[in-house]
Each structure stands twice: as structure tokens, then as C-alpha cells.
């Protein structure tokens, strides 16, 4: 829903971000149907430098379509007063300033008191939307392989994978569970995560996806070629899209951090990796990952002691009206 101060409720969350650092970004949880939500959420920015800016979006996310923009507010580092600010910032909307007001927290030495909820790197999926065919049999809509099916890509940044997904059925669910897996193509060929997918899964606009365990996400290097492989037998309940799609079709479908497909893959033997390729974007879309931006390594060889990035401990307190 649209926010205004006398409309309906939202459902609100807040992204903090280092202006020109894209890595650095971090995002609260939704608040359900709240005008005014209180996140009392902390989190955590790496490569803060002296004479940066904290911008501070907040969303109202809506299903199905492009989140608006409730407003945003920006932080110089003038205003962090012996490394600290705890206070409230006007949120700016297509140039009105004074309707709502953002409470935050910031921190310098990287620490903050208290229990709260946790903020993140801000989490997208793979892609936007599936592909699928009326017919049935090699090119379009299969059931009829045993082995390792996928493609495989090339994240354009350092990534983390939160979660993994399968492409739903006509019914809208799966009827089957089966695995997918993650492979890294170097400096070995070997699976680096595995789940089973199926109709107990979290669905989530074309998807079926399980959430890996918070803390162990496997992290994807920029420039690698990684392989995402569902296991599949010859009759299984799910068809799967074996279509291989013009790269004009994928724009705007695939996320601009991870838009380089290499081609399909797949092998007979389910478990193994897979070593047979095919080329072009084929059976984009039959898989899918939930992804967030890793945060940076933190190398401090080539800095001085002064010019070194910070740690900073932001918390989102809440959203509230002008005084």
C-alpha cells in the first residue's frame, strides 16, 4: 500500500547504505501493517571512512510489484559527534521534508547495548520470474532425465546465498521433494550446498524456496562459475523448464550482481557433478537462489593508521510523525 500520514497502514523496512560503497548496505525486517514501525533492529557497516554519508531509504514493501519509496535521509560524518549519533532525521519524499522522521542509532567502535533484531545486507532472488512451455520433450517442459540437471553463472560481486529455490508447477506448488545443489567449479569441483526442496517449502512469487542456516551461507566470488543443479529422475512429478531463452529476454528478469549465465549443464549420475554443458541461457529459470551482498574482507595492509575503514553499529529504532 501507499504510505501517506493519513492513509492505510504499510508494510515499512529500512535500507542503510555507504554512498558510492555498494557492499556496504545493510536492511531491517518488514513491519506488517504499521504506519509508524519500531524496528529496534541493530546492524553492522564495514569500510566506513571519515567524510562518508549514511543514506537511509525507507521502503513499503508491496508484492507483485516495485517497492515505493517512503522517503530517505542522509547522515554526514559532521554530524557524528566524537563518533557517535543517536537522534532523530527528517525523511526527505520527492522534496517534502517534515512528514515523518527516522530514530537511529550510530556507533563508530562497532558496539551497541541491548538485545534486538538483526539488520542485513539487503536480499534478492536470482530472478524476477520463471519461464515455462505449453509443450512437453527436449527444449520445453521435462520430466524424462535421471541425473544432475541445471546451469551454471557468474556473480558480478561477492554474494552470499541465503536460500534456494525451485521453480513451481502449473498447480502453483511442487509436488515432489528433490535436491538442489550449489557447486564451485574451482579450485575443486564439489558441491558447497545441498537442500531438499518440495512442497513444504516457502513459495515465494514463481519459487519454492528453503532457507540455508543463518551463519553458514556459502559465499560466491565474483568472476567464479558456480553450477546450480537440481537431482531429477526419469518420471518425477515436476516438470522442469529445458528452454534456452535470448539474452534480450533475460533483462530486467535477472539481477544486475549475477547476470552472466554460462550455459546449461548437466549429468547422468545424480550426486556427481555435473560435466556435460550445453550453450546459451538454457533452463534459466527452472532454479533460483535468494542472494545479499557479502561484506567486504577486511584488509587493513594497505592503509594508514588514520585512513582506516571503520566498523560502524547502526540501530533502526523507528519511524514516527513530526513533533
Known amino acids: 500500500a501507499d504510505w501517506t500520514l493519513s492513509g492505510a497502514t504499510s508494510d515499512p523496512y529500512c535500507i542503510c547504505e555507504i554512498l558510492g560503497k555498494a557492499a556496504s548496505t545493510i536492511q531491517t525486517p518488514t513491519i506488517k501493517k504499521s504506519l509508524y514501525p519500531e524496528w529496534n533492529c541493530d546492524g553492522f557497516i564495514e569500510e566506513y571512512a571519515h567524510g562518508d554519508t549514511l543514506l537511509f531509504s525507507v521502503y513499503d514493501e508491496d508484492w507483485g510489484k516495485k517497492d515505493d519509496c517512503i522517503g530517505t535521509a542522509e547522515l554526514k560524518s559532521d554530524q557524528l559527534q566524537g563518533g557517535k549519533f543517536e537522534g532523530t532525521l527528517p525523511l526527505v519524499d520527492k522534496g517534502r521534508v517534515g512528514e515523518a522522521y527516522l530514530r537511529v542509532k550510530v556507533n563508530t567502535d ?40 541445471g546451469f551454471s553463472f557468474t556473480p558480478g560481486t561477492d554474494l552470499l546465498v541465503t536460500a534456494m529455490g525451485r521453480q513451481l508447477g502449473p498447480q502453483g506448488c511442487l ?5 538442489v545443489t550449489l557447486w564451485e567449479t574451482e579450485p575443486q569441483k564439489t558441491a558447497i550446498a545441498k537442500v531438499k526442496v518440495g512442497p513444504t517449502a516457502r513459495i515465494e512469487r ?24 537440481q537431482s531429477c529422475h526419469n518420471g518425477m512429478a515436476d516438470n522442469w523448464y529445458d528452454g534456452t531463452i535470448e539474452q534480450a529476454g533475460l533483462k530486467g528478469c535477472m539481477h544486475k550482481e549475477c547476470n552472466q549465465i554460462q550455459g546449461g549443464v548437466q549429468g547422468d549420475e545424480v550426486g556427481k557433478f555435473p560435466d556435460q554443458k550445453t550453450p546459451g541461457a538454457h533452463r534459466v529459470g527452472m532454479l533460483s537462489l535468494k542472494l545479499r551482498t557479502a561484506p567486504p574482507p577486511m584488509n587493513f595492509d594497505n592503509f594508514g593508521v588514520r585512513e582506516r575503514p571503520e566498523r560502524l553499529a547502526i540501530r533502526f529504532v523507528c519511524m514516527s510523525p513530526s513533533p
Open 175 to 179: 509436488q515432489e521433494e528433490v535436491n
Open 110 to 149: 562497532g558496539t551497541l547495548r541491548g538485545d534486538s533484531a538483526t539488520a542485513t545486507s539487503r536480499e534478492f532472488a536470482l530472478f524476477s520470474k520463471t519461464w515455462t512451455s505449453s509443450e512437453t520433450g527436449p527444449g520445453h517442459m521435462r520430466n524424462d532425465v535421471t541425473g544432475e540437471v
Open 206 to 229: 514463481d519459487y519454492a524456496y528453503e532457507v540455508l542456516e543463518h551463519n553458514k551461507e556459502p559465499r560466491l566470488d565474483k568472476d567464479k562459475i558456480y553450477l546450480l543443479t
